[in-house]
């Protein structure tokens, strides 16, 4: 293991530390349950500044770290999958961009970067997120309601994460460009 | 605003359900799982019941704190029941109609079997949490991944990542909120205004965590290579976790008697 690996291995499980605590920090209550709040953000960042497998690796084993952290949602095994791996990994994806992010760090053309890779970043690992939360809503209400309008359930029931991917996005535009004036991730690119 | 201090579920008690082995109790909440789902009568969510209720009075964690899960899953059981009990205008004697509306008798029995179900598979699972500590639960959780490290997966390392992110959750956690009061001595509020607003107030805060973040990660990285640090590969560990033969047997008996369970009823 290089030292750049051992970096990127510390990045990542700090990363997790950072993403239980601001989870914790809850912005907003939703009515139904769902809570607002920025925990998403971490793993958005470093996906951001490492590309896409970091992200998915960071995002994977958040949903893990979550399942000991907090009192895991668990009511049918597909669900579970979905809503914990599959979903969280998700997220890790907004570093598909982290490419676009890296060459406009370079240049330090900041409102590039936010047009270019932040928005479109997190509005990807965001909806992912979403559509797993979804899928996971519909394929547990199938299996115990039939011939209910499913869809609609589970979208309306899981519109929360929209409603925090909008604030992880607003973060991460105020987050991303004074981190990388201090703590640049192109010296230090993987 | 405060952060919390103590993080995770672990209710540190002693009691022969928390001494069990990490793994045996990964391998029962398994069996379990799969025995709720096999069960199709009444008779069986009963066994299944009691075999949750005894591993609670076993494992002497309060019942108030077993039973938090439920909370989080309020809203899909009364979804399912609703699902399952209610029908719009049916053409048959309902149990009880209002309007439109009725409960129908087998519909209510059908949704309150599912409900049970959830209840149960919510109480059983968070026991595993509730009485394996983080460390112990991740160094289980390598064991159980290590055969995966033929195919080149990473279990060491992921075990590893784990262990540090659980490490620093509290030093986080204390470094956060000193932003915070640190921000609301500068006349920042937290717990004012609408969603937009309290997001904004946490910029301050977020900035500082992230760069301490990175920084943070580089000197770990360091200290961990000064120490020779270099993988899982012929890792030992101080204390290794072993399971005993009074954990095979638990092991062995709750699921052949959660196999019985799930067959049978």
Redesign the interface.
Known sequence: ?S?RQ??V??????????G???G??K??QMP??GS?S?GM??VL?LALRRGPLVGVAAGA?GG??G?????????H?VQFILDYPVAFAAVGLAGLFSASWRSSARTQAWSRGIALAVIPGVATGALLRYAAHVVSGIV??AD??QG?PVIL?SAI?NSYVL?SAL?CM??AI??LP??ER??PSEN?RS | MKVPVTFGQYVPVDSPVHSLDAKAKMGLVAAFTAALFLVDGPLGMVAAAAVVAAAVVLSRVPWRIALRGIRAVVMILMITLAAHALRWNPATVALVRVGPLAVDAAGLKEGLFFVVRIVLLVVGTSLLTLTTSPVALTDGLERIMRPLARVRFPASEVAMMLTIALRFIPTTAQEAEKLIVAQTARGARFDAGGPIARARAYAPVLVPLFVNLFRRADDLATAMEARCYRGGVGRTRLHESRMRPRDWAVLCLGTLVLALVGITL
């Open positions: 293991m030292k051992l970096v291995f510390v990045e990542i499980a700090l990363t997790l530390a950072l239980v605590v601001l914790s920090l912005i907003w139904q349950g607002i920025l953000l971490p960042v084993l893990l770290l399942l000991i952290v907090e009192p895991p949602f668990i009511v095994p547990y209400f115990y309601a209910q359930y029931y409603v604030l607003g973060a105020l987050v004074a981190l201090v703590v230090e």
